[in-house]
């Protein structure tokens, strides 16, 4: 983390989430994902997905937020020293990618569902990947498996344990849906409909 572009404050701020981290567990690194901010630096994803013990729903959720697609392309030759932002997360999105390839994530308890958008942007990765002679990584079919197992969501009890300086979202507390809303959610129904009808038969369960 020895990034000459942080402030020494983001530097803490990060080495510190790392170290509560460390005593928390699989299941808190993925609501810790779920809860990020992916305008800050990126350390403490790449610190989770890192991890012997991390699930690999918790790896493919960081890999499909962190928009794969613009990072499929090899990085041309440059100067000075690499990020800790866009670099990273080209970074990160090879290294799911190889790891969920090869079979490196043993802990699969955590439920993954991509929702018909991911799908869809599965189908503009392959796309991608096809039209590079050398790609950053391979779209294989695992990075869009459903994987069973139990929901875990941000809750109070996250929140409430979660020291509140590494708060990012906090996607909870939300307000009772009102009429706009329901009219949104149908709005974005149809969408998802229509959206699962361009998908190949194998991705639209």
């Known amino acids: 983390m020895d990034d000459p572009s942080l402030e020494e404050c983001e530097r803490e701020r990060d080495a510190d989430n790392i170290a509560w981290l460390q005593r928390a567990g699989p299941d808190d690194w993925h609501r ?4 990020f901010n992916w305008g800050n630096p990126l350390y403490v994803i ?3 997905v890192r991890q012997d013990d991390c699930d690999i ?3 493919l959720t960081i890999f499909w937020l962190g928009e794969p697609t613009y990072f499929i392309e090899e990085m041309q030759a440059r100067t000075g020293e690499p990020d800790g932002y866009s670099d990273l997360n080209r970074s990160i999105c090879a290294y799911v990618a190889h790891r969920v390839a090869a079979g490196g994530y043993k802990r699969s308890r955590i439920a993954f569902t991509p929702d018909v958008f991911t799908k869809q942007e599965y189908m503009e990765l392959v796309a991608a990947e096809k039209a590079l002679a050398c790609p ?9 498996c459903k994987r069973r197992g139990r929901e875990v969501v941000n809750d109070r009890p996250f929140y409430d344990r979660y020291p509140e300086r590494f708060h990012c979202t906090v996607l909870i507390d939300l307000a009772p849906p009102d009429s706009r809303t329901a009219a949104l959610m149908a709005s974005v129904r149809s ?3 229509k959206t699962r009808k361009l998908l190949p ?4 369960k």
């Open 191 to 193: 969408i998802e409909e």
């Open 136 to 144: 950053n990584f391979r779209a294989h079919r695992s990075l869009i």
């Open 57 to 59: 729903a918790t790896a």
């Open 46 to 48: 790449d610190w989770i």
């Open 32 to 35: 810790a994902a779920l809860d």
């Open 201 to 204: 038969a194998w991705l639209r």
